[in-house]
């Protein structure tokens, strides 16, 4: 049994390892939507993917297998936001299949039986395989294993043959997808050429004097913008505003938040149930019964209890406390057993003074210091003031306090000196470690006790009554709302209710603005019947209300101007100013600083030393790529015209170049340039078969 499970661990690391490698995961939805259909042509139609289409079936079938794998690995059911990682890896293991699947035809990857067989009981053992048959006393791959496990299949079960496929399949998939690694990683080659101008962009570096006038100098009100600026602009860079499908949103959210009825109800409640906590001669069972939470037979030392009850130290067994209030819960301890642990727990805080070196000088200066504000405190100084004051380490911002801690958690001079105190207060000299000198103040004197809670939690939550008045006030807003016009006058009208935007929601995604878990909304921009203009039905999203509005829809390809109107509208202004300002500084004469000074005062000069051709920065003026560029093609003394930069106009003088030593070997730099090729080859291939396989994305329709 325990190879079974083995096997069914190693077969899903596989798979999962094969998807995961990727780094292909994006939010999805909700796979068992209201709106599946399961039944027809189309309807029952996921996606399609290089011209295969794929089936509801079929998409279950694999996120069921993830989903089973994922949370055998964590021990509990997975989260909405783990089961839309799940969908990812699904539908990404699907292309995965699909469209790698015809490039690995294409090429003639593939794995003989010969080959598979080596892998599980021969030469060249899989790494699955080793992992699942190491013989647990000696920690080495064990070849009979495999062998008697293979002969006693059948009798494992009806599980064990389909699970072992599985298995090989897994390893299989993995093998192909290796090969086709090392294919693309085997055809990268870096010449000498290259590997010599990596190592002295590198490595040459050039002292630069700027002359710089940010764009931001002009007003933005001074710059008129035309519709044809506009459309020129993004004609001529067209590639910067690819976009993916998008949808956009004006909503609203109404809370359903607990009403000072609800609060009185709930601390009635608790009112009764702390008198009948403390008449309970079963206290597991009256937790079970009434609590939040289940109950917990642990015994706590004084660190591991919840902060109500530390003041209350020592706790008296059989006594109730509470009932406390925080982050709307009522919390009621009653102590169910009281007795010694195995190790002594204490608190303490402490003022740690560090020399400044390790001289004795250094270290004489720290003591006297150390002895000095000892004798501050001890005279009446507040200890928290003067750690605040003087100490040296982390704990200085909370007063020097160090909380609570068991024996063998501090170094041995410092914990000898703390669990040597009988009393709390403070040592009467200052305790030397590594780190310094301590001065040191026993908050809570050590014990080894411990004690059992039984913990009664209540939350405090709507009542239905609160959540029917929450619902009316959202349901009068979306019946009452034809369209934008109408859903925005509502809400103007009624003072409680606060718009919010989300532009541009992906078709998968679970987050619309600050909204989590909403993709129920997401679904419903994206059904075949919502216009732009439609408003929501009301959604219940985590202990709120939503109505929508659909403000937009943005097709997947180039963005529309009026889509990205602001964002070329800036574009556009720095180009006018550009202009504007290198008309002004062209044929000035003299040095930067004098064409500077006929300027005015917002043109600068700035000096970076050490600058870097392969950075793209110069130090104060930020990431200017064509500056370096151009400065590194000038002569000693040469300066540029002024020019387009990244955040005004620029003018570069190269004051000094210092080249790069000769290089003596370059097969590090090979190497390594080798290796960063290699590690974005095989997504960059992923993503371009993607692309070429023609992938249509119809899950939202689903899930």
């Known amino acids: 049994m325990a190879l079974i499970n083995k096997i069914r661990e190693k077969s899903g690391w596989a798979i999962g390892a094969i998807a995961i490698g990727l780094g292909i995961f994006v939010v999805g939805g909700d796979l068992l939507g209201p709106n599946s259909r399961l039944l027809g042509n189309d309807a029952a139609t996921v996606g399609e993917i290089a011209g295969e289409k794929i089936d509801f079936q079929r998409f279950d079938q694999v996120f069921q297998q993830i989903k089973a794998n994922y949370e055998g690995q964590i021990g ?10 799940i969908r990812e890896q699904a539908w990404n293991q699907l292309i995965f299949q699909i469209a790698l699947q015809k490039e690995y035809d294409r090429l003639g990857i593939e794995v003989t039986e010969e080959e598979l067989a080596d892998m599980v009981q021969g030469n060249n053992i899989h790494p699955s395989v080793q992992q699942a048959f190491t013989n647990p006393q000696t920690g080495q791959f064990d070849r009979a294993q495999v062998l008697q496990y293979l002969q006693n299949l059948d009798q494992m079960g009806p599980e064990a043959r389909p699970m072992w496929v599985n298995f090989e399949q897994s390893i299989l998939s993995d093998r192909i997808q290796s090969k086709f690694s090392n294919l693309l990683s085997k055809s990268v080659y870096v ?65 359903v938040a607990a009403s000072t009825e609800d609060r009185d109800y709930v601390q009635n409640e608790i009112t009764t149930l702390t008198e009948q906590f403390k008449a309970t001669t079963n206290d597991s069972a009256f937790v079970n019964t009434n609590s939040d939470v289940p109950y917990d037979n642990a015994y706590l030392h004084a660190g591991e209890l919840p902060e109500q009850l530390r003041s209350n130290l020592p706790l008296e067994q059989g006594k109730v ?90 170094v041995p001079a410092f914990e000898k000196a703390v669990f040597g105190a009988t009393a709390e207060g403070l040592l009467p000299a200052p305790v030397e470690t590594e780190y310094g000198y301590h001065i040191i103040k026993v908050t809570a004197p050590k014990s080894k006790r411990t004690y059992k809670l039984a913990t009664v939690q209540r939350s405090i939550e709507a009542s239905e009554t609160t959540r029917d008045l929450a619902y009316s006030v959202a349901d009068e807003l979306a019946g009452t709302s034809e369209n934008l016009e109408d859903f925005r006058a509502n809400v103007a009208k ?54 929508a509005v659909l403000t937009g829809k943005r097709e997947k390809g180039y963005a529309k101007v009026e889509d990205v109107k602001e964002e070329l509208t800036a574009a556009v202004r720095n180009e006018v100013k550009a202009k504007q300002i290198i008309e002004k500084l062209q044929g000035g004469k003299g040095s930067l600083d004098e064409i500077a000074a006929n300027y005015g005062p917002d043109a600068m000069v700035r000096t970076a030393d050490d600058v870097n051709f392969a950075s793209g920065a110069i130090p104060g003026l930020g990431l200017e790529p064509v500056a370096i560029g151009k400065a590194f093609g000038l002569k000693q003394g040469g300066r540029t015209a002024p020019f387009e930069g990244q955040g005004g106009v620029v003018m570069v003088e190269l004051v000094q170049k210092t080249p790069a030593p000769e290089a003596q070997d370059l097969s590090g730099v090979k190497a390594q340039l080798v290796n960063t090729r290699a590690s974005r080859i095989e997504t960059n291939a992923f993503e371009a078969i993607k692309e070429k396989a023609d992938i249509k994305d119809n899950r939202v329709r689903f899930f």
């Open 76 to 85: 509990r059911a997975a989260t909405e936001s783990e089961l839309a990682m």
């Open 191 to 255: 010449t000498t050429a290259e590997a010599k101008n990596h190592f002295e962009a590198q490595n040459t570096t050039a002292s630069l004097k700027v002359l710089y006038v940010p764009y931001f100098s002009i007003a933005d009100s001074a710059v008129k913008v035309t519709d044809a600026q506009l459309k020129d602009y993004y004609e001529r860079n067209k590639d910067l505003y690819k976009v993916e499908e998008g949808r956009s949103v004006e909503f609203v959210t109404i809370p």
């Open 321 to 410: 406390y509470g009932p406390f209030t925080q982050d709307e819960t009522y919390t009621i301890y009653k102590v169910v057993d009281v007795r010694d642990g195995s190790a002594n727990t204490v608190r303490a805080s402490h003022i740690l003074i560090k020399p400044e070196n390790d001289s004795p000088e250094a270290k004489a200066a720290a003591l006297a210091k150390a002895k000095d504000v000892l004798a501050q405190i001890q005279k009446g100084a507040d200890f928290a003031a003067m750690a605040a004051q003087h100490g040296t380490d982390g704990t200085a911002s909370v007063g020097g306090d160090l909380g609570y801690f068991t024996e063998g958690r501090m």
């Open 494 to 547: 009624n003072e409680s209710l606060v718009k919010e935007e989300a532009s541009n929601i992906g078709k998968n995604n679970i987050l619309v603005g600050n909204l989590n878990d909403a993709r129920e909304l997401v679904r419903w921009t994206y059904a075949k019947d919502t216009k732009v203009g439609d408003v929501s039905p009301v959604f219940e999203i985590n202990d709120q209300y939503v109505v």
